[in-house]
């Protein structure tokens, strides 16, 4: 539901107004109306607007002093202006206040449910939007890379399914309020990923576009990731480094060696250390993470076997069978026609997917 405020002293056209809205929009709550300016600034300063139809000529408090007091504390509330005269110096001092669109009275049925369906759809795009970028802030907290990079991906993959707002709008959108969450964190941003970000709105979404997007996007992720390691206590850091390395090269040839240059230690030190807390020895570790990640694609993709396989840096398409089958217990194309089927998964899983070192 979203919450819709009238701002209007003409008692006849606050009632068409109020008719029209519960007549078309099952999806809108109106949680109040205002008469004056006053009453409009009480009102929003006592509950949550994500929608405000405002008659700009209202007297004293007039209705661009209360978008100006919205905008104070709703930056992102959708406003839809009405007024009886087309004075070009408000229409202008609206647009400074972002104000989504401006009709004159009276007001038609249908120009204002067609802006008022736009205004909707703009505000579940931008929803979705922020329940992304604090789901990726979470899973960054818990270092869970592979969840944090599927996320993001079925996020591009969204914005491109848009149609009634503009993808590039939506994916500007989205990047801003990461970007915004990584620098409240106090990170700094490189100046090229921030023109990449402003650029945004003009790329192309072809399939060379949607690598350019999707790539901005892990330029993000990344940066939130890198904090949280920076963030790592002491104690565990070592193993827990390596399992990061993994987790962002599954589908790259990862070797004892590489995880254990890029922890700073002896190939040897990890091999024990990962022994000691995970309880399983890299090799076991690595390939659970890999089988896990290929269950998912093969139960929530249409991805071929083969494509999986490569994925997970396996070139053999044998030989991933093989070690899938061994892992979970059945063949990968056993696997997805039984997740197809609405089994709860294949049987014989032999291992959790293991995200964070035991203490």
Known sequence: MYNLVIVEDEDLEREALRKILTENFDCIRIVGEARTGAEAVALIDSCDVDL???????????????????REGHVDTKVVVTTAYDYFEMTREAIHLKVDEYLLKPVRTQALVSTLETCIQQLGADRKCRVMVA?????????????????????????????????????????????????????????????????????????????SVLGVFLGLADLLFDVREEQLDEAGSTVQ????????????????EDA????????????????????????????????????????????????????????????????????????????????????????????????????
């Not at 405000?52 to 919205?70: A, E, K, S, Y």
């Not at 990061?244 to 070797?255: A, D």
């Open 260 to 359: 254990a240059d890029y922890a700073k230690i002896s190939a040897c030190y990890l091999s024990r250390m990962f022994k000691k807390t995970l309880d399983v020895n890299f090799v076991t570790y690595l390939t659970t993470r890999r089988m896990e990640l290929a269950k998912e694609l093969l139960a929530g993709t249409e991805r071929s076997i083969t494509n999986i396989a490569k994925e997970f840096s396996y070139n053999d398409l044998n030989y991933f069978c093989k070690s899938f089958k061994k892992e979970i217990g059945v063949s990968p194309s056993e696997y997805r026609r039984q997740a197809r089927e609405g089994q709860g998964g294949a049987p014989g899983v032999r291992m959790a997917t293991m995200a964070e070192p035991r203490p």
């Open 52 to 70: 405000m139809l405002v008659d700009i000529n209202i007297p004293i408090i007039t209705g661009l002093d209360v978008i100006r007091h919205l």
């Open 135 to 211: 789901r990726l802030g979470e899973l960054a907290d818990q270092n869970a890379y592979q969840d944090g990079v599927a996320l993001v991906r079925r996020h591009v993959e969204w914005i491109c399914t848009q149609r009634d707002y503009p993808c590039r709008d939506v994916a500007q959108n989205s990047a801003t309020a990461l970007l915004a969450l990584i620098r409240a964190k106090g990170l700094r941003v490189s100046a090229a990923l921030a023109r990449q970000v402003t650029e945004l709105r003009t790329m192309s979404l072809d399939d060379r576009g949607l690598q």
């Open 241 to 256: 480094k390596a399992i990061n390395y993994i987790e962002r090269n599954l589908s790259k040839r990862v070797t004892l």
